[in-house]
């Protein structure tokens, strides 16, 4: 029954479960992919660079009328700042402006959703069907869960079997290279792909898994502080300032991120990673500051919070491989390929055995 359900739900569930491995595996390694498609935005080092502020003033005067929504700074040398607009009605995704660490000059307008690596991660997270596609890609993430365990137990071998169980065989034909290597790549991958597995399920169904861990380690509340109890002086500080006050809270923190207050009751939301953090490219430790006086008004250390938060906030960076370095990403990126492999030679293995059904009925 369990090797009916094995192959039948893979049968049906295969194609979308390799798709969303495949553009996972793009992903992996997005940033990168999208300077190699997009050489205008590669830039020189500079001994001088402009100001967070003229950056900003550089993307506001790109898209007259609007306001910027977040800042995302160079992450490196030759690579450029990212600043977030609103996208129009009915668009994908925000707006996004690249400028020169250097000078500020604006390299590239892009609307999010719309340019390659964008639309491949529409298309792994959401399918391209809004909310609705995204639910069915996290009941695909259970699918594979399921797939993995059912997959391990159908393969455990008997007593003295273990080698026969891990090799691939080349030279007994083709039927038997696809089931050696369903069988075997399936094993080598599975503790990659349940983890994959098991954290896009917790970004797609987040208030679940979370309620489901906090039945087992606790939890803390994010921070959400406003400034309705501080008085209004008219003045705000610019971004530099800002970002000044917020490093304060984790002084070995670089900066990732600066989320733009969207009206007058709102802080300066910032986002720094600190040693020993579970992103390497992305920033956990939030700090939020008041745009009047940059007096910081709370502070999240996921080095320091609860088990449970902590759990929790490793699930992304364990999703793209951020949270094992260089290694990690290349474990993901490789196991992203491996659904695509495994319904290749299911595949093939039952059309063959159907064909040999098809012959065995006719020859009666």
């Given at each position: 029954?369990?090797?009916?359900?094995h192959?039948?739900?893979?049968?049906?569930?295969?194609?979308?479960?390799?798709?969303?491995?495949?553009?996972?595996?793009?992903?992996?390694?997005?940033?990168?992919?999208d300077?190699?498609?997009?050489?205008?935005?590669?830039?020189?080092?500079?001994?001088?660079?402009?100001?967070?502020?003229?950056?900003l003033a550089?993307?506001e005067?790109?898209?007259?009328?609007?306001?910027?929504?977040?800042?995302?700074p160079?992450?490196?040398p030759?690579?450029p700042h990212?600043?977030?607009?609103?996208?129009?009605?009915?668009a994908?995704?925000?707006l996004?402006?690249?400028?020169?660490?250097?000078?500020?000059?604006?390299?590239?307008?892009r609307?999010?959703?719309?340019?390659?690596?964008?639309?491949?991660?529409r298309?792994?997270?959401?399918?391209?069907?809004?909310?609705?596609?995204?639910?069915?890609?996290?009941?695909?993430?259970?699918?594979?869960m399921?797939?993995?365990?059912?997959g391990?137990?159908?393969?455990?071998?008997?007593?003295?079997?273990w080698?026969?169980?891990?090799?691939?065989?080349?030279?007994?034909?083709?039927f038997?290279?696809?089931?050696?290597?369903?069988?075997?790549?399936?094993?080598?991958?599975?503790?990659?792909?349940?983890?994959?597995?098991?954290?896009?399920?917790?970004?797609v169904?987040?208030?679940?898994?979370?309620?489901l861990?906090?039945?087992?380690?606790?939890?803390?509340?994010?921070?959400?502080?406003?400034?309705?109890?501080?008085?209004?002086?008219?003045?705000?500080?610019?971004?530099?300032?800002?970002?000044?006050?917020?490093?304060?809270?984790?002084?070995?923190?670089?900066?990732?991120?600066?989320?733009?207050?969207?009206?007058?009751?709102?802080?300066?939301?910032?986002?720094?990673?600190?040693?020993?953090e579970?992103?390497?490219?992305?920033?956990?430790?939030?700090?939020w500051?008041?745009?009047?006086?940059?007096?910081?008004?709370?502070?999240?250390d996921?080095?320091?919070?609860?088990a449970?938060s902590?759990?929790?906030?490793?699930?992304?960076?364990?999703?793209?491989?951020?949270?094992?370095?260089l290694?990690?990403?290349?474990l993901?990126?490789?196991?992203?390929?491996?659904?695509?492999?495994?319904?290749?030679?299911?595949?093939?293995?039952?059309?063959?055995?159907?064909?040999?059904?098809?012959?065995?009925?006719?020859?009666?």
């Amino acid at each position: 029954m369990l090797l009916k359900l094995h192959k039948y739900a893979g049968l049906i569930a295969g194609l979308l479960l390799a798709l969303t491995g495949v553009t996972g595996s793009l992903l992996v390694f997005h940033d990168t992919l999208d300077e190699w498609l997009t050489p205008q935005l590669r830039t020189q080092p500079a001994a001088d660079p402009a100001s967070l502020s003229a950056v900003l003033a550089a993307a506001e005067a790109a898209l007259p009328g609007k306001a910027a929504r977040r800042l995302e700074p160079s992450p490196g040398p030759g690579r450029p700042h990212t600043v977030r607009f609103d996208g129009p009605e009915g668009a994908p995704g925000p707006l996004q402006v690249s400028a020169s660490p250097a000078d500020a000059e604006v390299l590239a307008v892009r609307q999010w959703g719309a340019y390659p690596t964008s639309w491949v991660y529409r298309l792994h997270y959401t399918l391209l069907a809004g909310t609705t596609g995204k639910y069915v890609v996290g009941v695909a993430g259970l699918v594979l869960m399921f797939f993995c365990l059912s997959g391990l137990y159908l393969w455990w071998p008997r007593k003295g079997r273990w080698r026969r169980a891990l090799s691939v065989r080349t030279d007994k034909g083709p039927f038997r290279l696809n089931f050696d290597l369903h069988k075997a790549a399936g094993v080598y991958i599975t503790p990659v792909l349940l983890v994959a597995a098991f954290s896009g399920v917790s970004l797609v169904f987040h208030g679940p898994v979370q309620a489901l861990v906090g039945a087992a380690l606790p939890l803390e509340p994010v921070p959400a502080p406003t400034l309705e109890a501080r008085p209004d002086t008219g003045t705000r500080l610019n971004v530099d300032r800002i970002v000044a006050a917020g490093q304060s809270a984790f002084p070995e923190g670089a900066l990732k991120r600066v989320d733009l207050p969207g009206d007058a009751q709102t802080p300066y939301r910032l986002s720094f990673n600190q040693p020993g953090e579970a992103w390497s490219h992305h920033g956990a430790s939030r700090v939020w500051v008041a745009p009047r006086d940059g007096a910081v008004l709370a502070t999240w250390d996921p080095l320091s919070v609860a088990a449970g938060s902590r759990f929790m906030g490793w699930q992304f960076p364990l999703h793209n491989g951020d949270a094992l370095g260089l290694t990690g990403r290349w474990l993901v990126f490789l196991g992203g390929w491996l659904p695509a492999l495994l319904f290749g030679t299911g595949l093939y293995l039952w059309w063959r055995k159907h064909q040999l059904r098809r012959r065995s009925r006719r020859s009666r």
